[in-house]
C-alpha cells in the first residue's frame, strides 16, 4: 500500500513569490491534516480536513495561506506571498479515523520550503 | 492550552543499552498520546498509540507507558540499536495532536 505521496520535496523561493504544496493522502483514508515543522520543534496542526470539509483551520494564517481538498482525495495548500518566516517543512497526514473514531495519523515526508 | 515537553533534548548511548524516554503533558485531559519517530529529512513513522483508557502499550522492543494523572508518559526502548537513532516525539490529543521537541536519540555500535 502506498504511503502519503507530497510533492515537492524541496523548494526554494524568494520572499513575496506564491508556492504550492501537494498531497496525496493513503487510499480510503477521510481525514488529511497539513502541519508545520519547524527546525528542532515537533509538527504543528495548521489544518485539518474530514472528506473536503475543512474542520479545524483555527491556526492556518488565513491571510497568506489557503488551503483546498477538492473531491475530498488530493490537497493542496498555497502560501501567498511568502515571507522569510515561512521557511520550515509542510507535513502532509493523513488517517482512516473519523471525528468519532479518531486513529494513527500517517505521515508523508514533507516539502522543505526554503524562503530567500 | 495544552503544553508538552520531552526530555531529554538529546541522547547518546552504546549499543545494546536499555533506555526511556519521558514526555509530560500539561493538562491531563487527554485522549489519545502516540509516540513518533522521524528520521531526518523524512516524516514521521507512528510508533505506538495509547488511549487515555490504557496504560501501556507494546511493540516488538518498546513500551510506552502513560500516567494521566501526573500528566506523564515514557517510551522504554529495549537493547537498543544503531537503527533506532532518531528524533523521537511524542503526541498527545484527539484529532488535534500537540506535539513534544522530540529527543534526539543516537545510538553508537
Known amino acids: 500500500e502506498a504511503g502519503v505521496v507530497q510533492s515537492p520535496r524541496y523548494k526554494i523561493i524568494e520572499k513575496k513569490q506564491p508556492v504550492a504544496f501537494w498531497c496525496n493522502p493513503i487510499?480510503?483514508?477521510?481525514?488529511l491534516y497539513w502541519y508545520l515543522q519547524n527546525l528542532g520543534q515537533g509538527p504543528e496542526l495548521l489544518i485539518r480536513?474530514?472528506?473536503?470539509?475543512?474542520?479545524?483551520d483555527s491556526q492556518l494564517p488565513k491571510d497568506r495561506f489557503s488551503a483546498e481538498r477538492l473531491k475530498g482525495v488530493d490537497s493542496t495548500l498555497k502560501i501567498q506571498p511568502a515571507e522569510l518566516g515561512d521557511s520550515a517543512v509542510y507535513l502532509c497526514?493523513?488517517?482512516?479515523?473519523?471525528?468519532?473514531?479518531?486513529?494513527?495519523?500517517?505521515f508523508g515526508p514533507g516539502t522543505r520550503l526554503t524562503v530567500l | 492550552k495544552q503544553e508538552v515537553t520531552q526530555i531529554p533534548a538529546a541522547l547518546s548511548v552504546p549499543e545494546g543499552e536499555n533506555l526511556v524516554l519521558n514526555c509530560s503533558f500539561t493538562?491531563?485531559?487527554?485522549?489519545?498520546l502516540q509516540w513518533f519517530r522521524q528520521d531526518p529529512g523524512k516524516g514521521l513513522t507512528s510508533l505506538l498509540l495509547?488511549?487515555?483508557?490504557?496504560r501501556e502499550q507494546t511493540s516488538g522492543r518498546l513500551n510506552a507507558s502513560l500516567d494521566k494523572s501526573s500528566g506523564r508518559s515514557t517510551l522504554y526502548i529495549a537493547a537498543s540499536q544503531p537503527g533506532d537513532s532518531a528524533t523521537y516525539l511524542c503526541?498527545?490529543?484527539?484529532?488535534?495532536?500537540?506535539f513534544g521537541t522530540g529527543t534526539r536519540l543516537l545510538v553508537s555500535p
Open positions: 503526541a498527545v490529543g484527539f484529532q488535534k495532536l500537540v
Open positions: 480536513y474530514e472528506n473536503e470539509e475543512a474542520v479545524d
Open positions: 493538562d491531563s485531559a487527554i485522549y489519545n
Open positions: 495509547i488511549q487515555s483508557s490504557q
Open positions: 497526514a493523513s488517517s482512516p479515523g473519523t471525528y468519532s473514531s479518531p486513529d494513527t495519523q500517517y
Open positions: 487510499s480510503g483514508h477521510n481525514t
